[in-house]
């Protein structure tokens, strides 16, 4: 139990030297289409660097230009090599967990889609429902809205919404997207994502 006891002040403490950090150190990880992202790598070492970035999403299908999506993704590395962030991958990568975190996602875009299809954005739109995908590492969730355009070249925008959560052995990965944009289009930006991250190294961010 002492191990738990310590585990969390370290934690506290390495936050303390978080630090955003120049894009040319995890520019690998953002896809292209992202724009104006927004960076912070939290290095705690020895045992773990977490990583996010949030952005805007460069939107193909919206009914006007000036419009742009969101993007979110948290990326949290542990090193097996050191024996806290060994006790951390033991915590996090149970199957009840894995599972834990892949039905959340499902369930938040089902109640969204639901509340879309009750009318509660919005009347003449198109509904699909609620679709997953594997992935490397974990599963992919999501669904679009197609609505009409007034007063537009662009006949129908086309609006995603997707989850995405990994965890790859020793990293969790956690991809957030709203945009107006294919979901084709979405769904390459996150397994471009998804693949970078099974790709990368953490370790030289401590």
Same mark, same amino acid.
């Given at each position: 139990?002492?191990?738990?006891?310590?585990?969390?002040?370290?934690?506290?403490?390495?936050?303390?030297?978080?630090?955003?950090?120049?894009?040319?150190?995890?520019?690998k990880?953002?896809?292209?289409?992202?724009?104006?992202?927004?960076?912070?790598?939290?290095?705690?070492?020895?045992?773990?660097?977490?990583?996010?970035?949030?952005?805007?999403?460069?939107?193909?299908?919206?009914?006007?230009?000036?419009?742009?999506?969101?993007?979110?993704?948290?990326?949290?590395w542990?090193?097996?090599?050191?024996?806290?962030?060994?006790?951390?991958?033991?915590?996090?990568?149970?199957?009840?967990?894995?599972?834990?975190?892949w039905?959340?996602?499902?369930?938040?875009?089902?109640?969204i889609?639901?509340?879309?299809?009750?009318?509660?954005?919005?009347?003449?739109?198109?509904?699909?429902?609620?679709?997953?995908?594997?992935?490397? &590492?974990?599963?992919? *969730?999501?669904?679009?809205?197609? =609505?009409p !355009?007034?007063?537009?070249a662009? $006949? +129908?925008?086309?609006?995603?919404?997707?989850?995405?959560?990994?965890?790859? &052995?020793?990293?969790? *990965?956690?991809?957030?997207?709203? =945009?107006? !944009?294919?979901?084709?289009?979405? $769904? +390459?930006?996150?397994k471009?994502?998804?693949?970078?991250?099974?790709?990368?190294?953490?370790?030289?961010?401590?």
């Amino acid at each position: 139990m002492k191990k738990y006891y310590l585990l969390f002040p370290c934690i506290l403490l390495a936050a303390l030297y978080s630090f955003a950090q120049s894009s040319s150190r995890i520019s690998k990880l953002i896809p292209k289409g992202v724009i104006n992202p927004v960076e912070t790598i939290q290095p705690m070492p020895p045992f773990m660097v977490r990583v996010e970035y949030v952005g805007q999403v460069t939107e193909t299908t919206s009914c006007s230009k000036e419009t742009v999506g969101e993007i979110k993704v948290a990326m949290s590395w542990y090193n097996n090599n050191d024996e806290t962030g060994k006790m951390m991958l033991g915590m996090i990568s149970s199957p009840s967990e894995l599972q834990k975190q892949w039905q959340k996602n499902t369930d938040e875009l089902t109640d969204i889609c639901q509340q879309y299809k009750n009318g509660g954005y919005g009347e003449n739109l198109k509904v699909s429902e609620v679709k997953t995908e594997e992935v490397t &590492g974990g599963k992919l *969730c999501f669904f679009d809205v197609t =609505s009409p !355009c007034v007063e537009s070249a662009v $006949k +129908a925008s086309q609006r995603t919404f997707a989850r995405c959560f990994i965890f790859d &052995g020793k990293t969790q *990965c956690d991809i957030r997207i709203e =945009s107006q !944009c294919s979901p084709d289009e979405i $769904k +390459a930006m996150i397994k471009m994502i998804v693949f970078e991250v099974n790709n990368f190294n953490f370790s030289g961010l401590l």
